[in-house]
């Protein structure tokens, strides 16, 4: 099965409201904050139980190769229960986590942000742009751009992440690690 | 003609002493080694233009015309499998083309074929070849047969794929030598044999390709403080070596340090199912390997295949160093897994390491800040004076009744290392390869 981004889901009687489209919003921000300031713990309650995180690693192809660019079941940057990102984290904070102190200077930049209905009532669609800049040491200095697809649901707590897929541009990661999330 | 087409250029850096800047009786390096750019150009011509080096898994290649772009040194090359044979006629074959970064793998029914957008004399089609070939047959300088991509050789041992481009390389069996013995361990284990879990992640550093291949094939010591956060994440504990009941051995520079501990990498994959994998199958192991050898199977450990193929038993995962320079490397990483395992097993072993050793994964981040700081280090040149030690161990050498190879006690031990840089210098030294001594043990 191959992975299409640009795939357009079918489109229910249910629209988001312009309150829906701001809540949306500032969830994602406050998502890229979170990140920028290093906490996790802040970062994983925006989450539902349930989450998925997947940022597969996009493949080289000749358009009429029948395998895409992304498919399921690859190796991957990150395929993670919401469990198994709190244990990656959680060598963040090790005293002796070397590559971590001094602390990476994040930036995250959230961008083209489109609300639409998903299948399940009380769940949408969201669809936004992430520029990841870090810069570390002196002079290290990483970018890496993506194309998010997050599935928000409302729950008694407010609008929740229940599933993010990341599909990054760079084919090689152009730097020697990703210490972050997207 | 041939040498038109084929000059080899000598490099200024061959008339170095190579076995005095690798001084491996005494155990010291000369750091410019990791810096010089001459030595690094002649590293590309007497290293990777002349071994045996990796290409890709037989899995990667079911059907014919599938193919991958891959690098050898610096060259670009095409590792495909021939679109006219199966299996049985003829083996994949190996090109360097031309124009580099182009192609990916293509796999389907039809199979997707190569694209040479550029070669249209040797790959095109219809009224436009015939048109170029008509142009060219004036041509009085040009003989098709004489040009195009270079056929390299191909050698497979047990699913693995290595290519040469130097005729008179040793075959591949004889350039792995006795270290089949410690290959087995991950390649044999199972009678249905391995694959490789499809995709690869790739990431670049900003270091001297040897440092992370002597991190691989013998540098235990590292272990303990460089990744002590990803142990302790997981552990919740330190991780401590068996002293007594730990090797390193080598063999034509291609080395393993290991534990006989079975599980001891298998546990930082964090899934307990890979572990009770190992235990359940431990005599099955033995009944293909040995009782040794089966507790290697998941044991702690790390590996290179000189110069720059490495893996981890327990964690499965196999990379290579790809030079990009002096000061640079492209790392690819694959999974290895038993191709008969239960799919719940490949899939967590194929979450567990990108957990683990990816650009994300929590022990190689460490690792990566190390490797560019020993290589950065010596833009100095007052850093670049005081040599590199690789004493530990001098005297550790042992006899064993089963393990081939030069042999040594305790993980924690500079010998691989010792053996990795004098095999380098025994290349470099040498102008063909009838001047590469064999590195047997025998006389280490």
Same mark, same amino acid.
């Given at each position: 099965m191959s992975v299409d981004v640009l795939e357009t889901p079918t489109a229910g009687a249910r629209q988001a409201s312009l309150q829906l489209v701001h809540d949306v919003q500032q969830l994602l921000y406050r998502d890229a904050r979170l990140l920028d300031e290093q906490r996790y713990d802040e970062w994983f309650d925006l989450m539902t139980e349930d989450f998925r995180f997947w940022v597969p690693v996009p493949q080289?192809?000749?358009?009429?190769?029948?395998?895409?660019?992304?498919?399921?079941? %690859?190796?991957?940057?990150?395929?993670?229960?919401?469990?198994?990102?709190?244990? !990656?984290a959680s060598r963040w904070k090790e005293a002796t986590a070397w590559s971590e102190d001094p602390p990476t200077r994040h930036v995250h930049y959230v961008t083209n942000i489109e609300v639409e209905p998903a299948e399940l009532d009380g769940e949408w669609l969201a669809r936004s742009v992430v520029i990841s800049l870090r810069n570390r040491n002196e002079d290290e200095e990483n970018w890496l751009g993506a194309r998010r697809e997050d599935l928000v649901r409302e729950t008694p707590a407010g609008l929740k992440l229940a599933h993010r897929k990341v599909f990054v541009t760079q084919s090689v990661l152009l730097a020697k690690n990703f210490n972050t999330f997207l | 003609m041939a040498d038109t087409l084929q000059a080899r250029h000598a490099s200024p850096a061959a008339d170095l002493d190579?076995?005095?800047?690798?001084?491996?009786?005494?155990?010291?390096?000369?750091?410019?080694?990791?810096?010089?750019?001459?030595?690094?150009?002649?590293?590309?011509?007497?290293?990777?233009?002349?071994?045996?080096?990796?290409?890709?898994?037989?899995?990667?290649?079911?059907?014919?015309?599938?193919?991958?772009?891959?690098?050898?040194?610096?060259?670009?090359?095409?590792?495909?499998?021939?679109?006219?044979? $199966?299996?049985?006629?003829?083996?994949?074959?190996?090109?360097?083309?031309?124009?580099?970064?182009?192609?990916?793998?293509?796999?389907?029914?039809?199979?997707?074929?190569?694209?040479?957008?550029?070669?249209?004399?040797?790959a095109g089609r219809?009224?436009? /070849?015939?048109?170029?070939?008509?142009?060219?047959?004036?041509?009085?300088?040009?003989?098709?047969?004489?040009?195009?991509?270079?056929r390299a050789r191909v050698g497979i041992y047990k699913g693995l794929v290595f290519a040469t481009f130097d005729p008179d390389a040793p075959s591949l069996d004889d350039y792995l030598g006795d270290y089949r013995y410690y290959l087995d361990v991950l390649l044999d284990n199972d009678a249905g044999g391995t694959e490789f879990i499809e995709g690869n992640v790739?990431? /670049?550093?900003?270091?001297?390709?040897?440092?992370?291949?002597?991190?691989?094939?013998?540098?235990?010591?590292?272990?303990?403080?460089?990744?002590?956060?990803?142990?302790?994440?997981?552990?919740?504990?330190?991780?401590?070596?068996?002293?007594?009941?730990?090797?390193?051995?080598?063999?034509? $520079?291609?080395?393993?340090?290991?534990?006989?501990?079975?599980?001891?990498?298998?546990?930082?994959?964090?899934?307990?199912?890979?572990?009770e994998y190992l235990k359940e199958n431990e005599a099955r192991f033995a009944e293909r390997l040995g009782k040794l050898r089966s507790r290697m199977v998941g044991g702690m450990s790390s590996s290179n295949v000189f110069p720059n193929?490495?893996?981890?038993?327990?964690?499965?995962?196999?990379?290579?160093?790809?030079?990009?320079?002096?000061?640079?490397?492209?790392?690819?990483?694959?999974?290895?897994?038993?191709?008969?395992?239960?799919? !719940?097993?490949?899939?967590?072993?194929? %979450? $567990?390491?990108?957990?683990?050793?990816?650009?994300?994964?929590?022990?190689?981040?460490?690792?990566?800040?190390?490797?560019?700081?020993?290589?950065?280090?010596?833009?100095?040149?007052?850093? !670049?004076?005081?040599?590199?030690?690789?004493?530990?161990?001098?005297?550790?050498?042992?006899?064993?009744?089963?393990?081939?190879?030069?042999?040594?006690?305790?993980?924690?031990?500079?010998?691989?290392? %010792?053996?990795?840089?004098? %095999?380098?210098?025994?290349?470099?030294?040498?102008?063909?390869?009838?001047?590469?001594?064999?590195?047997?043990?025998?006389?280490?």
């Open positions: 080289s192809r000749y358009r009429r190769d029948s395998k895409g660019v992304f498919e399921p079941g %690859r190796m991957a940057h990150f395929d993670d229960s919401l469990a198994e990102l709190k244990l !990656r | 190579f076995h005095r800047l690798v001084d491996v009786d005494n155990g010291w390096i000369d750091r410019r080694i990791f810096w010089d750019e001459g030595i690094y150009q002649l590293e590309l011509e007497r290293i990777f233009a002349r071994c045996w080096v990796f290409v890709g898994h037989q899995s990667q290649f079911a059907e014919p015309g599938d193919f991958v772009t891959t690098y050898i040194g610096q060259d670009a090359v095409i590792a495909a499998k021939d679109r006219k044979g $199966g299996r049985q006629r003829l083996p994949e074959f190996l090109l360097a083309p031309r124009e580099p970064g182009v192609f990916r793998r293509g796999r389907q029914h039809p199979p997707v074929h190569l694209q040479l957008p550029r070669l249209g004399l040797w219809g009224p436009a /070849r015939a048109h170029e070939e008509e142009q060219y047959s004036k041509c009085a300088t040009f003989d098709k047969s004489k040009l195009g991509l270079h790739k990431s /670049r550093l900003g270091c001297n390709w040897k440092f992370a291949a002597e991190n691989f094939v013998g540098d235990a010591y590292h272990a303990g403080w460089t990744h002590a956060s990803a142990a302790a994440a997981i552990f919740k504990k330190d991780v401590k070596v068996n002293v007594e009941r730990s090797y390193q051995a080598n063999i034509n $520079g291609h080395g393993t340090e290991f534990g006989l501990d079975l599980i001891g990498n298998a546990m930082g994959l964090a899934e307990p199912e890979v572990v193929l490495a893996y981890l038993t327990g964690f499965n995962t196999w990379r290579t160093w790809t030079p990009k320079g002096p000061h640079e490397i492209e790392l690819h990483t694959w999974v290895l897994v038993n191709k008969d395992m239960p799919d !719940r097993l490949k899939e967590a072993y194929r %979450r $567990g390491v990108s957990r683990t050793f990816s650009p994300t994964g929590m022990f190689e981040s460490d690792d990566g800040e190390n490797w560019e700081h020993c290589t950065r280090s010596n833009a100095g040149v007052v850093t !670049r004076r005081q040599k590199l030690h690789y004493g530990l161990g001098m005297d550790s050498k042992i006899e064993h009744e089963e393990f081939p190879g030069a042999v040594y006690k305790v993980q924690l031990n500079d010998a691989n290392q %010792r053996a990795f840089y004098q %095999r380098w210098a025994d290349l470099m030294s040498a102008a063909s390869w009838a001047e590469v001594p064999a590195r047997t043990g025998a006389d280490q």
